[in-house]
Nanobody
Framework: QVQPVESGGGLVQAGGSLRLSCAAS????????MGWFRQAPGKEREFVAA????????YYADSVKGRFTVSRDNAKNTVYLQMNSLKPEDTAVYYC????????????????????WGQGTQVTVSS
């Protein structure tokens, strides 16, 4: 079992960058695939990026591909989301989630395959 905790959100101007962190407690963190999702006001929670337990595989939503980079450091039980060239439409609460065997199912965009979720961190991009 893991408990993700996000940090690093804030207010940034369009074109700027932020790096989100997700620190997860639990000895088995390195065995979990990890995902990032976001939810804007009045909208459904949507997939952003995912990374396999080893870090060898990643997957991105089309809307962030080429701008966002997901990485992990299993020695620190932490996953990162580097966000560059931010746009006002990236404004949302960003959530980190952990799931076992997510990449083996290729269902990394599906919320239901992630078992553990953080409380989220707010990212606001001003125009």
């Amino acid at each position: 079992q893991v408990q993700p905790v996000e940090s690093g959100g804030g207010l940034v101007q369009a074109g700027g960058s932020l790096r989100l962190s997700c620190a997860a407690s639990g000895r088995t963190f390195s065995s979990y695939d990890m995902g990032w999702f976001r939810q804007a006001p009045g909208k459904e929670r949507e997939f952003v990026a995912a990374i396999s337990w080893s870090g060898s595989s990643t997957y991105y939503a089309d809307s962030v591909k080429g701008r966002f980079t997901v990485s992990r450091d299993n020695a620190k039980n932490t996953v990162y989301l580097q966000m560059n060239s931010l746009k006002p439409e990236d404004t949302a609460v960003y959530y980190c989630a952990a799931g076992a065997g997510v990449f083996s199912t290729h269902m990394y965009t599906q919320r239901r395959v992630y078992d553990y979720w953080g409380q989220g961190t707010q990212v606001t991009v001003s125009s």
